[in-house]
């Protein structure tokens, strides 16, 4: 498996606070599968950020390092997690933004209490700049608990979307959860990911996650999710998409108003304008 969004870089930002605990969220990504993950730490996406470019570099480099000396067969690649703010658009123009594994694929997260159409603009403005958004946790934002139209607008643009692993799972409340399911489950997911921030909490176990999807989506789905797009990810190729046929994907009873909204939303995701308006409906996962 290909963990595609974590929080392993030691004394960086709120995830490992040491090398010792790197090392073990290492261990404990290898036991469960894992044999690429991608460090993503937090980077806010404002010029002062980019101070921060050294630093992270070297990190990943002891990281690295430490690795190969204990013998942890763990492949590390080099991301970050951009916090999308008022002046990313002008570091996406000047291609100053730290990109995954070196590809055009950029990894992004917003304040969860945001609108609608800011994330729209901020989303077109870094695809129109050269890159490609990897939308981070879509679940977590309030916009699309109140709206997942428009994660299906964001499928259509062509952007990805990642699921954390503990929304799944109902570490984020029961609201977060039914919105992840929901995605899942309407195939308006491209990958799952940890967004591990430790050894002990949000940790980089992927082995319960797999037992939870077994009893939910066919092997097929869940090797799109966790082995071949995040694969596609680090190579700098381009997604693949559920199969047409969703029921081939989902080997529980599925719940027909997710599907309907996946049939519908492709085809019919209204227009970023609407996006906007239609921003305090109520929410269909509820």
């Known amino acids: 498996m290909v963990d595609v969004h974590c929080h392993i870089l030691p004394g960086f930002d709120d995830g490992a606070a040491t090398l010792k605990d790197a090392l073990a969220m290492a261990k404990i990504a290898v036991s469960s599968g894992v044999t690429d993950l991608v460090v993503t730490p937090h980077f806010p996406g404002e010029a002062v950020s980019l101070q921060r470019l050294g630093k992270l570099v070297d990190r990943y480099k002891l990281l690295q390092q430490a690795l190969h000396k204990e013998k942890i067969p763990l492949q590390l690649h080099l991301g970050a997690e951009i916090l999308c703010l008022p002046e990313t658009p002008l570091l996406a123009?000047?291609?100053?933004?730290?990109?995954?594994?070196?590809?055009?694929?950029?990894?992004?997260?917003?304040?969860?209490?945001?609108?609608?159409?800011?994330?729209?603009?901020?989303?077109?403005?870094?695809?129109?700049?050269?890159?490609?958004?990897?939308?981070?946790?879509?679940?977590?934002?309030?916009?699309?608990?109140?709206?997942?139209?428009?994660?299906?607008?964001?499928?259509?643009?062509?952007?990805?979307?990642?699921?954390?692993?503990?929304?799944?799972?109902?570490?984020?409340?029961?609201?977060?959860?039914?919105?992840?399911?929901?995605l899942l489950e309407g195939g308006l997911v491209h990958m799952i990911a940890t967004d591990a921030h430790s050894p002990e909490r949000r940790t980089t176990n992927m082995r319960h996650l797999r037992s939870w999807l077994q009893n939910r989506c066919s092997e097929a789905y869940?090797?799109?999710?966790?082995?071949?797009?995040?694969?596609?990810?680090?190579?700098?190729?381009?997604?693949?998409?559920?199969?047409?046929?969703?029921?081939?994907?989902?080997?529980?009873?599925?719940?027909?108003?997710?599907?309907?909204?996946?049939?519908?939303?492709?085809?019919?995701a209204p227009p970023l304008g609407e996006l906007a308006k239609i921003g305090t409906s109520e929410p269909i996962f509820d």
Not at 153 to 171: A, C, E, H, I
Not at 233 to 244: A, D, H, T
Not at 247 to 252: D, L, Q, V
Request: aromatic letters at 10%; proline letters at 5%; one cysteine or more.
């Open 222 to 268: 869940i090797s799109l999710l966790l082995e071949e797009n995040p694969a596609r990810l680090i190579k700098g190729r381009k997604m693949v998409s559920v199969p047409e046929s969703i029921e081939k994907i989902i080997s529980a009873p599925i719940k027909f108003q997710f599907v309907a909204l996946f049939l519908h939303c492709t085809h019919l």
């Open 93 to 182: 123009a000047r291609k100053a933004l730290p990109t995954i594994a070196d590809t055009s694929y950029i990894l992004t997260e917003f304040h969860f209490d945001v609108s609608a159409e800011y994330m729209n603009d901020m989303l077109h403005s870094l695809s129109s700049a050269g890159y490609t958004p990897v939308i981070a946790h879509p679940e977590r934002y309030e916009a699309v608990q109140r709206t997942p139209r428009l994660a299906a607008y964001w499928f259509q643009r062509g952007y990805v979307l990642q699921l954390n692993k503990g929304s799944l799972l109902g570490y984020f409340g029961k609201r977060v959860q039914s919105t992840a399911i929901g």
